[in-house]
C-alpha cells in the first residue's frame, strides 16, 4: 500500500538551529532517503517552495490566496510517497525522517482512485 508522508517543520525550532545541527539535519535526511530508496520503498518526494497559492471555487468563482488555507504553528516542508506493507511500516519509515524530531510527520494512507478512461 502506499503512503503520503506530509513532513512538518517548526520554524522556531528550524531558527534555533545552528549552522552544524542543520548541516547534520541535512545529512541526516540524505541518508533516510538513501536509505528508502535502496530498500525500494520510495516512489515520490519533493519539497514545498516557500510561495504557496491555495485554490477555491465560491459560487462558481476561482478564488486564490497566497499562502496555506489552514492556519498552523507549523508548516508543511516536503512531502514522500512511499510503499509498505502496513501502516507499522510506514510509521517506522517515518520515524527515521529527521523532522520527526523538528516538527512532525503526517501519514496518510492513499486509497487508489481509478482514473477517469478517455471517450
Given at each position: 500500500m ?37 530498500s ?23 478564488l486564490t ?21 502496513d ?13 520527526a ?19
Open positions: 502506499q503512503y503520503l508522508l506530509l513532513i512538518y517543520n517548526d520554524p522556531e525550532k528550524m531558527k534555533s538551529l545552528t549552522r552544524a545541527e542543520y548541516e547534520a539535519m541535512a545529512k541526516s535526511y540524505g541518508t533516510w532517503l538513501e536509505s528508502v530508496t535502496q525500494g520503498n520510495l516512489r515520490a518526494t519533493g519539497s514545498w517552495p516557500a510561495t504557496i497559492t491555495t485554490v477555491r471555487v465560491e459560487e462558481g468563482k476561482t490566496t497566497d499562502g496555506p488555507f489552514a492556519e498552523a504553528r507549523e508548516g508543511v516542508g516536503g512531502f514522500c510517497v512511499i510503499e509498505a506493507k501502516l507499522d511500516e510506514a510509521v517506522a519509515i517515518a520515524a527515521r525522517i529527521p523532522s524530531a523538528a516538527g512532525g510527520v503526517e501519514v496518510r494512507p492513499l486509497v487508489p482512485s481509478p482514473l477517469p478512461t478517455a471517450r
